[in-house]
């Protein structure tokens, strides 16, 4: 049973930093892209961020980009979204999802339905 669990989310500051973590378990063969997604309320989820284990290269958001770090460690399978000097526009529901085929294009976005696999969320809430 393919399952990837979100965890890291809370409260912080403006300007403060969050590290969320997303373990992969149950996957046959491990899947190539890992995403992180969020949705905030009313709105619609959006990509992140993703990242390839083919060749470890990356894709940032505009509205991420300088301030967010995607990684993975494969003997652990967990994908970690370090966060940095976040804003209150960040606060959202942080979702992790992985397929095994998707390709993560760097000059192009992530959508919800290239990946089969999701994590069940955790929040974050970026408030002074």
């Known amino acids: 049973q393919v399952q990837l669990v979100e965890s890291g989310g809370g409260l912080v500051q403006p300007g403060g930093s969050l590290r969320l973590s997303c373990a992969a378990s149950g996957f046959t063969f491990d899947p190539n892209a890992i995403a992180w997604f969020r949705q905030a309320p009313g709105k619609e989820r959006e990509g992140v961020s993703c990242i390839n284990r083919s060749d470890g290269s990356t894709y940032y958001a505009d509205s991420v980009s300088g301030r967010f770090t995607i990684s993975r460690d494969n003997a652990k399978k967990t994908i970690y979204l370090q966060m940095d000097s976040l804003k209150p526009e960040d606060t959202a529901v942080y979702y992790c999802?992985?397929?095994?085929?998707?390709?993560?294009?760097?000059?192009?976005?992530?959508?919800?339905?290239?990946?089969?696999?999701w994590g069940q969320g955790t929040q974050v809430t970026v408030s002074s």
């Open positions: 999802a992985a397929d095994a085929d998707y390709y993560c294009s760097a000059d192009g976005s992530v959508l919800p339905g290239d990946f089969g696999s």
